[in-house]
């Protein structure tokens, strides 16, 4: 007998919902033919609107969108999407003089050098007035100097350096919405009365207000924080993090760009007194936000310290207040409904997890697709695969707090001092003062790797101000022309690109299809440096470049550039 599921039935539109409707057909149109695969349908509330902050992704939305089969161009123009090559953090923590530093967590890696970390031949001999990130990738600079993420007229999702994307969270839910339902995605606009059970505790039906009773096999809860389903009907409890997090609610505005052409392509966490703001900058627009904690601000003072920090942008504006929920069901899977997006689980917007972790509950969702029967088997492993997830996550958010140094504010202080942190990373943080985080610490990445905790680490320039005190020493010997060749060969080539890449702006138009002639080329993307044709190029300019026998010989240094 075919006990295959017939139907699946999402309840809530917004990212969480069109992505999983958007993903499951992707994978079932590649691996069943039409009759064989379950029916699709997103109920959506007509009176619950789209939080619509989530705007910021990281390097797994293009490939999510190319093998969707959605075309990069629409996707730009559709949501005035731009470029993200990492996250600038600013003032989260002071320098070993006491003054405030700005890093770049970028979404590029450190070289091995003759099998050892490019991070810990930084730590034992720097170099000079560049950071880690500036010294192995050009994402930092290209950031800094509003430039894009490829050459003008590449193809599409070309990813020459890893990039990520911009997006207007509502438009990005409409372009969905038109794609999938295109596509044989049935779309009830309803508002879901009552949730029935049957005798085994799973979901029967839905009392829908309009259509009526709504039969279900299989249901996903994207209803938000609300959780209609895994919550409200099933029962299912919720672990609270704000032991762990001290962030529980988050202002937000709508600015726009003080200066139209200069587009940063990088997302920035600038830290105020109770939190830390965010800045997402799109092509048409830039969002922003003041995530914060309620135990030492007001929404009124929160409110007063934001747009004081906003300046002249944020001149006559009201910010609308989110409260979170941060923390996560205890099983995203339970009877037959799964939680995916706001409804399982909300850790807070620092690294821009929401889609990630939205993108990745869905293909294990369809990894362990059941029959009618829903098989306990299959649940288990999802939950168990979901849990490392939010593992991953929670870690990495805490090692950012925990490894703060500031004490200008109750708030800061409280952060490093009195949040608990997972078993797991206050035994790393105990290793780590005493050599670099390797792969084989971290049990489990999707997205945080060992040599993402090399940058958060150096960047934060801990191993300067206290932690790890004397590593350097104890660090095994290392050769040091090896690291002043690399460095020599790195700045050349980083110089190289960073002086190539285009303008930002003009790189977002160009894909857009708004420039009056297409850009192709070196000779397009250089445009407003490139010498008159028929010159020859300026040449690239390296100064106070020692050679490798001045670096041998000890006559210099690598911190004479």
């Not at 101000?465 to 002043?484: A, E, Q």
Request: glycine share 8%; with cysteine.
């Amino acid at each position: 007998m075919n006990n295959r599921l017939n139907k699946i039935t999402i309840v809530g539109g917004g990212t969480a919902g069109w992505m999983t409707a958007l993903i499951l057909d992707m994978v079932f149109s590649r691996t069943s033919t039409p009759k064989d695969r379950p029916q699709i349908c997103l109920i959506e509330s007509p009176n619950i609107s789209t939080v619509g902050v989530g705007e910021a992704t990281v390097p797994r939305m293009p490939v999510t969108l190319r093998q969707a089969g959605i075309s990069e161009r629409s996707f730009f123009r559709e949501t005035n999407a731009s470029f993200k090559l990492g996250v600038k953090f600013c003032n989260w923590n002071n320098d070993a003089k006491g003054n405030r530093i700005d890093y770049m967590n970028p979404f590029a890696h450190g070289q091995m050098l003759e099998g050892l970390e490019a991070a810990e031949y930084f730590l034992r001999f720097g170099n000079g007035d560049r950071d880690f990130t500036q010294s192995i990738s050009p994402h930092d600079d290209l950031a800094r100097l509003c430039k894009g993420a490829r050459q003008l007229g590449q193809p599409e999702f070309e990813q020459r350096f890893g990039y990520a994307y911009h997006l207007d969270a509502v438009k990005f839910a409409g372009m969905l919405t038109r794609v999938c339902t295109k596509r044989g995605v049935e779309h009830i606009r309803d508002e879901v009365q009552t949730v029935e059970l049957d005798e085994q505790g799973n979901v029967s039906h839905l009392m829908l207000e309009a259509k009526g009773r709504h039969d279900i096999e299989m249901v996903v809860d994207c209803t938000g924080f609300r959780g209609l389903i895994i919550n409200k009907a099933l029962g299912e409890p919720f672990l609270d993090y704000s032991d762990y997090l001290p962030n529980d609610r988050a202002l937000a505005l709508q600015i726009e760009h003080p200066d139209p052409d200069k587009i940063e392509s990088a997302t920035r966490s600038t830290a105020l007194g109770a939190g830390w703001t965010w800045r997402v900058p799109l092509f048409n627009r830039v969002g922003t936000g003041y995530v914060y904690s309620s135990a030492h601000r007001t929404d009124d003072q929160a409110a007063d310290e934001y747009l004081e920090w906003l300046g002249d942008s944020g001149k006559g504006l009201t910010p609308r207040v989110i409260p979170m929920r941060v923390g996560r069901v205890r099983n995203a899977w339970v009877k037959n409904c799964v939680a995916i997006g706001l409804s399982g689980g909300f850790i807070e917007p620092l690294e821009s997890t929401a889609i990630h972790m939205i993108d990745h509950a869905i293909r294990w969702f369809a990894e362990h697709l059941p029959t009618r029967d829903i098989e306990p088997s299959l649940r288990d492993r999802y939950n168990r695969q979901m849990d490392k997830l939010y593992n991953e996550v929670l870690e990495f958010i805490c090692l950012h707090y925990r490894l703060g140094n500031r004490t200008d504010d109750q708030y800061w202080i409280d952060a490093r001092t009195e949040m608990k942190i997972p078993d797991r990373l206050a035994e790393n943080l105990d290793l780590w003062q005493y050599r670099l985080p390797m792969d084989h610490d971290i049990e489990f990445a999707t997205l945080f790797d060992s040599r993402v905790y090399q940058t958060v680490l150096l960047g934060k320039q801990v191993y300067d101000t206290g932690y790890g005190s004397g590593i350097r020493d104890r660090l095994r010997p290392l050769k040091k022309p090896i690291w002043f060749q690399g460095m020599k060969n790195a700045k050349m080539d980083l110089a190289k690109i960073v002086k190539s890449m285009p303008d930002h702006k003009t790189l977002l138009r160009d894909i857009r299809g708004e420039l009056d002639q297409p850009a192709f080329g070196m000779a397009a993307a250089m445009k407003p440096t490139v010498a008159m044709p028929g010159t020859a190029p300026a040449p690239v300019v390296i100064e106070n470049m020692p050679n490798f026998a001045e670096i041998q010989s000890g006559k210099k240094d690598l911190q004479l550039f």
